[in-house]
C-alpha cells in the first residue's frame, strides 16, 4: 500500500467496544537524506521538492542551489550539497520560509560544500540575506568553503542563525543594511566559526554588530574579524546575551561609531552574557568618538573573561577607569595607560588583510614587532591544556614554530603563526638561446600540497625578442621542499650586455612567500665587433684652426654602446704649433657603427715639408681592437710654390 491510500479497520478494546476507521491516509513518508551536486548557477527552485531528485524541471538534470536546498529541507536526513567554483547570485525576491523565494531558508540538517572561498561566491546582490539557518536545534547545518556576501536584511544581513551552524573556511564580507551586518546568532542558535573571515561588513543606521551580533552561543577559533563597522557599538562583534568564546582569534581594523555620534567597542562591545577570550589579539580597532577616552573604547567595550595570552592594544583608559577590563590573566598583554600626558597604546604589528596562504584572508603577523609573535600559551598543543593554541593555524599551518628565532617553538597569539612554510625562487643564468632554470623552494615542508602561480616579466631582456614569456602554477606535495621550473631564452647575432628577465610568484595556498622574485640572466654569446681607426690627409693652411676628422669604425653594428679612449701623439708634427692635442673617450651607440674624433690642425706661413701626427686608441668597452693608430698627414701648401732655380740662371 502505498502512502496517500485510503484504508478501513476496526478495533475492539477489551470490553469488547468496536471502533471503526476508513478512508484513513497512510502518512507520506519524507525521503532520505541524499548528495545533490550542483551543476548550475542560475537561482530557479526544484520541480517536485521531496522527491529526492534536485532538478528545476521533470528530467531535465538541473540542480540549482536553491534547489538542492529545498530537496534537502524536505528530506528525513541530512543532506550533502556540492557546490563547484562559481557565482551563485539570488535574483527572486520575496519573503518565506521555504527557500522558495528571497534568501536561502534551511529549516534541516544539511552540510554545504564549496569548492573554496576564492572561488565559489554566494551572492545576496542586495536584495535579501544569503542563508537563514532555520533547522531543529538537534540537526545541524554546516558550511565550508565558499563566500557570503552582498546580503541585505534587517537582521543577519549575510546569515541569520537559529541552529547548530558551522562555518569552516567561509568568508563573510561586504553584507550590510541591518543589525549584524555579517552574522546574527540568536537567542537559540549556537555557531562556530573555523578557520573563517569575517571583513568589511555594516550595520548602518546607528545598528549594532558590524561583523557578528550575538545573542546565543559563538565560538570563534582561529578566525579573523577585520574592518566590520557599525554606525552603533560592537564594530566587529557585538554580544547582547550568551556566551562568546574567542580563542586564537584577530580582531584588528572594525570600527563602531562610523558617524562619530555615539558608539563604543569598536573590535568588541559586551552588553551582557560572557566573552571567554584566549590566546587573542584585539588590537587597531578604532571608536570614532572617544568620550572620556583619549581614543574612546576602540578595542572593546565591556568587562571581559580571560584565559590567558591576549593582546588588547588600547584598554580605554581615562585616568581612574578602562571601559575594557578583565584582562588581568597569564600573558596577557594590555595597552592604554599614561606616562605624564602621554597616552601610550601597543601596537599589534599585522599586515594587511590578504592571501598568506590557506582558505581564508589573514593578517599576518610580521617581524621585528614581536608583541604576539611566539607569545601565546606556551603549552603544547594537543598535550591536555584547555587552553593551548589549537595544532594548527587559520591556514592551516601547523603550530607552533619558532618564529622569534630563539630556538624555541611557541604559538603567535591571533588567528595566524607567523613562520610559515616560505616559498623562494632562486635565479638562473643560462646562455643566449638556452634554457633557464629557476629552482623554487619551500620550507619547512607543508602538510598540504603548496601551489605558486608564476609569471615571467621584462628588465632589460624582452619578451618576443629576448626569451618567450612563460606563465604556470608550481605544486610541491606534502614533503617536497624544491621543484623547477624553465623559461625557454632566445639567440640573436647581435654582440650585446649581458640581460635579465623577472620570474614573478603569486597567489600562494598553503604557504607564504619568502621570497617571490627570481632574476634571470641571459649571457651574451656573440662575438666582440672589431674596432679601428681610419688615416686622413688635409692641406694645412696659412693661419687659424682647420678641423680635420678620424672614423673610429666597428666591423659590425653592437647591442650595446661601445666606448674607446683617444690620444693624439707627435709624428714630425709638433701639439701646439701644427695641431691642437686632444685625449678622451668616444662612444658608439647602440646600432650604430661609427663615431668621428675632430682635431684641430693649426695654420702658418712657413715652408716646411709635409708634416704628421697620431691618434691612437686604447681601452675599448664592448668591442676588440684591431687597428689603433690613425694617422693625419698635413700637406705644406707652400711646398709647390718654390721657384725651379738651375745652375744656368
Known sequence: MGPGMGVSATATDGY????????????????????????????????????GVCETAAGNGVCTLRAAVQQANASSGPDV???????????????????????????????IAGAGAATTIVDGGGLDRVFHVLAPSLEEVTISGLTVQNGDAAMGCGLYNRSDLSLTGVVVRQ?????????????????????????????????KGGGIYNKGIAEITNSTISANRAQGSGGGI?????????????????????DADGGDGGGIYKAGGTV?????????????????????????????????YNLITDRAFDGSAQACSGFTGTGDQVGGDFAGSLYLTLYAGLGPLQDNGGPTPTHMPLPPVFIVIDRASPATPGGGDPYACPATDQRGQLRPVDGDGDGTPRCDKGAVEY???????????VAEGGLASFTIYLYPPAEYTATVDYATADSSAIAGSDYVATTGQASLPPGVTQTVITVQTLNDSLSENDETFLVNLSNAHHA?????????????????????????????????????????????????????????????????SDYVARSGRVFINAGQTSATILISIVGDMLIEGDEYFYVNLSGPSGAS?????????????????LPVVTRSQ
Not at 625 to 641: E, S
Request: glycine share 16%; aromatic share 4%; charged share 15%.
Open 16 to 51: 469488547g467496544n468496536t471502533s471503526e476507521f476508513s478512508n484513513c491516509a497512510v502518512a507520506q513518508a519524507m525521503p532520505p537524506g541524499g548528495t545533490h551536486q550542483v551543476n548550475s548557477t542560475a537561482d530557479a527552485v526544484d520541480a517536485n521538492t521531496g522527491d
Open 81 to 111: 550539497i556540492l557546490l563547484p567554483a562559481g557565482a551563485y547570485a539570488i535574483t527572486r525576491g520575496g519573503d518565506d520560509d521555504t527557500a522558495a523565494n528571497g534568501d536561502l531558508d534551511i529549516t534541516g540538517g544539511v552540510s
Open 175 to 207: 553584507n550590510g543594511g541591518g543589525i549584524g551586518g555579517g552574522i546574527y546568532n540568536d537567542s537559540d542558535g549556537q555557531i562556530t566559526l573555523l578557520n573563517s573571515t569575517v571583513h568589511d561588513n555594516e550595520a548602518p543606521n546607528e545598528r
Open 238 to 258: 557585538y554580544t547582547e546575551s550568551g556566551d562568546v568564546y574567542l580563542a586564537s582569534a584577530t580582531l584588528t581594523l572594525n570600527v563602531a561609531d562610523e
Open 276 to 308: 571567554y577570550v584566549r590566546n587573542t589579539i584585539i588590537g587597531q580597532n578604532v571608536d570614532n568618538s572617544p568620550g572620556a577616552y583619549p581614543n574612546g573604547a576602540a578595542d572593546c567595550s565591556g568587562t571581559f573573561s580571560t584565559q590567558g
Open 419 to 429: 613562520f610559515v612554510p616560505g616559498l623562494s625562487i632562486g635565479d638562473a643564468s
Open 512 to 576: 607564504g612567500i619568502a621570497n617571490g622574485r627570481g632574476v634571470g640572466v641571459i649571457d651574451d654569446n656573440d662575438p666582440l665587433p672589431g674596432i679601428s681607426i681610419g688615416d686622413v690627409t688635409v692641406t694645412g693652411g696659412a693661419s687659424g684652426h682647420k678641423d680635420v676628422a678620424f672614423t673610429v669604425s666597428l666591423s659590425a653594428a653592437s647591442g650595446r654602446q661601445v666606448a674607446v679612449s683617444y690620444a693624439t701623439a707627435d709624428g714630425t708634427a709638433i701639439a701646439g
Open 625 to 641: 681592437l684591431v687597428d689603433g693608430q690613425g694617422r693625419c698627414a698635413i700637406k705644406d701648401p707652400y711646398l709647390v710654390l
